[in-house]
């Protein structure tokens, strides 16, 4: 009886031909060549971020550093602004007798002049500055007025009245007189005093932060800045993001790419 036939053997696993070889090296040079181009692409924004995230930090440290050294070497104070208004200080005495039973008069006296108020910030009170998409955002310390206002004394007018039983009109005007420098210095500080020179003052910081903005420009070569913002920490965008984003530029800067 003749034996059976052996089963023939596995053939040898063959190795990746060479279209499969091809189709892999083509598939990498297609991906290397996407991340270069993607790479080339994207540089210029990559770039702008490196340039803005470097700008935040040496702008806003910069300007920090040289309030310090202000305010320690040339004076805590930043003169911000003026104000020139004609003020009325009236004093008056009422006198009676027997619980209001009996009026005697009253004596007037009243100060009319010309009163200059200055106001300022102190350079060492505390700082923010936050750079945004070429937005400079500042909130600076509050303003404060300078004492004792100034009062032109050629322009002094005084007027005084006794009343029908009174006899100290001279006493009520030498007390007024006494008196009136610090009755202005409390009108100084009062908020319709503030209000009347806040856009001016906002102005003013404006341009004293200005020179670090340009400063630091010049000398990274960013020239991302374009505008300058303002707020003081009594208003509501000192605290609001939202209120601060909606609000118009100080101060434009004008700049030039070299």
Known sequence: MAEPNPAPASAPRRGPGCFTLLALAFLVAVVMGGLVAWKVVDAGFGLKWLAE????????????????????????????????????????????????????????????????????????????????????????????????????????????????????????????????????????GVPGKIKHVREASRLSVAKFVQHWVLKEQKEHEQGGIREIVVIFPDEQAASNTAEAAKLPATLNLEVRAD
């Open 53 to 188: 995230h470097f700008q935040k930090q040496t702008i806003t440290e910069s300007f920090r550093e040289n309030v310090k050294r202000i305010a320690s070497t040339q004076g805590d104070v930043l003169e911000l602004a003026t104000l020139d208004t004609e003020e009325t200080v009236t004093k008056y005495d009422t006198k009676t007798w027997f619980n209001d039973a009996v009026y005697l008069g009253t004596t007037v006296a009243e100060i009319r002049a010309m009163v200059v108020y200055r106001y300022h910030l102190k350079l060492s009170d505390e700082w923010k500055l936050t750079v945004e998409n070429g937005r400079c955002v500042v909130i600076a310390p509050a303003i404060r007025p300078s004492l004792p206002p100034a009062i032109r004394t050629e322009t002094v007018e005084k007027k005084s009245e006794a009343g029908w039983l009174r006899f100290n009109a001279a006493e009520n005007m030498a007390a007024l007189e006494k008196g009136l420098t610090s009755i202005l210095e409390n009108r100084a």
